[in-house]
Protein backbone atom coordinates (compact mmCIF):
# COMPACT_ATOMS: atom_id res chain seq x y z
CA UNK A 1 0.00 0.00 0.00
CA UNK A 2 1.46 3.33 -0.94
CA UNK A 3 1.55 5.49 2.32
CA UNK A 4 3.03 8.71 0.77
CA UNK A 5 0.88 12.22 0.87
CA UNK A 6 0.98 15.05 -1.14
CA UNK A 7 2.96 16.34 2.04
CA UNK A 8 6.12 13.60 1.39
CA UNK A 9 9.38 14.99 2.01
CA UNK A 10 11.34 17.90 3.70
CA UNK A 11 10.35 21.57 3.77
CA UNK A 12 11.38 24.86 5.08
CA UNK A 13 11.03 28.20 5.67
CA UNK A 14 12.80 31.08 4.79
CA UNK A 15 14.72 32.74 7.95
CA UNK A 16 12.07 34.65 9.77
CA UNK A 17 11.84 36.84 12.24
CA UNK A 18 9.34 37.17 15.30
CA UNK A 19 8.34 39.96 17.81
CA UNK A 20 10.87 39.76 20.07
CA UNK A 21 13.89 39.70 17.63
CA UNK A 22 14.54 36.49 17.34
CA UNK A 23 14.85 34.42 14.23
CA UNK A 24 13.89 31.03 13.27
CA UNK A 25 14.35 28.39 10.40
CA UNK A 26 11.39 25.62 10.86
CA UNK A 27 11.79 22.43 9.19
CA UNK A 28 9.49 19.55 8.97
CA UNK A 29 9.95 16.43 7.22
CA UNK A 30 6.81 14.24 6.54
CA UNK A 31 7.62 10.17 6.00
CA UNK A 32 4.98 7.67 5.49
CA UNK A 33 2.82 9.30 8.74
CA UNK A 34 5.87 10.03 10.52
CA UNK A 35 6.06 14.21 11.21
CA UNK A 36 9.92 14.99 12.31
CA UNK A 37 10.60 18.61 13.08
CA UNK A 38 13.21 20.45 13.38
CA UNK A 39 13.12 24.21 14.91
CA UNK A 40 16.34 26.17 14.99
CA UNK A 41 15.92 29.69 17.02
CA UNK A 42 18.79 32.18 16.09
CA UNK A 43 19.62 35.35 18.98
CA UNK A 44 20.09 37.63 16.00
CA UNK A 45 17.55 38.83 13.28
CA UNK A 46 19.46 36.84 10.26
CA UNK A 47 19.66 33.01 11.29
CA UNK A 48 23.26 33.31 11.93
CA UNK A 49 23.65 33.17 15.70
CA UNK A 50 22.16 29.59 17.14
CA UNK A 51 20.17 30.44 20.13
CA UNK A 52 18.58 26.66 20.85
CA UNK A 53 17.38 23.57 18.93
CA UNK A 54 14.32 21.79 18.92
CA UNK A 55 13.63 18.41 17.66
CA UNK A 56 10.14 16.49 17.42
CA UNK A 57 8.68 13.91 16.40
CA UNK A 58 5.18 13.10 15.63
CA UNK A 59 2.76 10.95 13.91
CA UNK A 60 -0.13 12.36 11.52
CA UNK A 61 -3.18 11.19 9.29
CA UNK A 62 -4.63 13.15 6.56
CA UNK A 63 -7.84 14.19 6.74
CA UNK A 64 -10.08 15.48 4.53
CA UNK A 65 -8.93 17.67 0.96
CA UNK A 66 -6.84 20.28 2.49
CA UNK A 67 -6.17 18.65 6.49
CA UNK A 68 -3.85 16.46 8.41
CA UNK A 69 -3.96 15.90 12.19
CA UNK A 70 -0.71 15.61 14.21
CA UNK A 71 -0.55 13.51 17.41
CA UNK A 72 2.34 14.85 19.47
CA UNK A 73 5.10 12.49 19.91
CA UNK A 74 8.03 13.62 21.46
CA UNK A 75 10.47 16.87 21.98
CA UNK A 76 13.97 17.04 22.82
CA UNK A 77 15.78 20.64 23.51
CA UNK A 78 19.15 21.68 22.92
CA UNK A 79 20.58 24.66 24.11
CA UNK A 80 22.88 26.23 21.93
CA UNK A 81 23.86 29.42 23.66
CA UNK A 82 24.81 30.13 27.02
CA UNK A 83 22.04 32.48 26.84
CA UNK A 84 19.58 29.53 26.37
CA UNK A 85 21.19 27.58 29.01
CA UNK A 86 20.76 30.41 31.44
CA UNK A 87 17.03 30.73 30.33
CA UNK A 88 15.87 27.14 30.13
CA UNK A 89 17.53 26.87 33.87
CA UNK A 90 15.71 29.77 35.56
CA UNK A 91 12.55 28.59 33.65
CA UNK A 92 13.10 24.97 35.23
CA UNK A 93 12.30 24.03 31.30
CA UNK A 94 11.58 20.31 30.80
CA UNK A 95 10.96 20.55 34.92
CA UNK A 96 15.02 20.51 35.49
CA UNK A 97 17.66 23.16 35.64
CA UNK A 98 20.56 21.19 35.27
CA UNK A 99 20.83 22.32 31.67
CA UNK A 100 25.11 22.29 29.67
CA UNK A 101 25.76 24.24 26.35
CA UNK A 102 25.18 21.85 23.01
CA UNK A 103 23.98 18.60 25.30
CA UNK A 104 20.76 17.11 24.26
CA UNK A 105 17.50 16.29 26.43
CA UNK A 106 14.70 14.43 25.99
CA UNK A 107 11.56 17.00 26.93
CA UNK A 108 9.21 14.88 26.06
CA UNK A 109 7.68 13.75 29.36
CA UNK A 110 7.63 17.28 30.96
CA UNK A 111 6.18 18.77 28.28
CA UNK A 112 3.19 16.51 29.10
CA UNK A 113 1.57 17.21 25.46
CA UNK A 114 2.22 13.39 23.99
CA UNK A 115 -1.05 12.23 22.24
CA UNK A 116 -2.31 15.33 22.17
CA UNK A 117 -4.24 16.73 18.96
CA UNK A 118 -2.67 19.31 16.91
CA UNK A 119 -5.15 20.69 13.56
CA UNK A 120 -3.55 21.65 10.25
CA UNK A 121 -4.86 23.10 7.35
CA UNK A 122 -2.66 23.45 4.26
CA UNK A 123 -2.21 24.07 0.26
CA UNK A 124 0.12 23.28 -1.53
CA UNK A 125 1.26 25.09 -4.46
CA UNK A 126 3.96 23.60 -6.51
CA UNK A 127 7.41 23.53 -4.46
CA UNK A 128 5.60 25.82 -1.82
CA UNK A 129 3.29 24.54 0.97
CA UNK A 130 1.35 26.92 3.05
CA UNK A 131 0.46 25.40 6.79
CA UNK A 132 -1.64 26.64 9.48
CA UNK A 133 -2.31 24.97 12.99
CA UNK A 134 -4.26 25.39 16.07
CA UNK A 135 -4.16 22.45 19.25
CA UNK A 136 -7.73 23.22 19.64
CA UNK A 137 -9.60 23.68 16.64
CA UNK A 138 -9.05 23.11 13.08
CA UNK A 139 -8.06 25.88 11.53
CA UNK A 140 -10.22 27.71 8.11
CA UNK A 141 -7.66 29.79 6.45
CA UNK A 142 -3.83 30.43 6.03
CA UNK A 143 -2.10 33.44 6.27
CA UNK A 144 0.31 33.65 3.57
CA UNK A 145 1.88 36.79 4.29
CA UNK A 146 2.89 35.30 7.56
CA UNK A 147 6.73 33.62 6.60
CA UNK A 148 6.40 30.95 9.64
CA UNK A 149 3.22 29.60 7.65
CA UNK A 150 5.73 29.71 4.23
CA UNK A 151 7.61 26.55 3.49
CA UNK A 152 9.72 25.51 -0.03
CA UNK A 153 10.33 21.74 -0.94
CA UNK A 154 14.14 20.80 -0.07
Not at 65 to 90: D, E
Request: aromatic share 10%; with cysteine; glycine share 4%.
Amino acid sequence: KDTTTPLEGTWKTACYTNSDNYSFYFTPTFAGNVLTITDEKHSDTSCATDFRLLEEAHTFSMGDAGKFTIALGTTKRTPQSSAAVTAYKSANKCSTNDWVLNTVKDCTEAEDSQGDSVYCLYELSGTTLYVACNNSAQPTSIDKTDASNVFTKQ
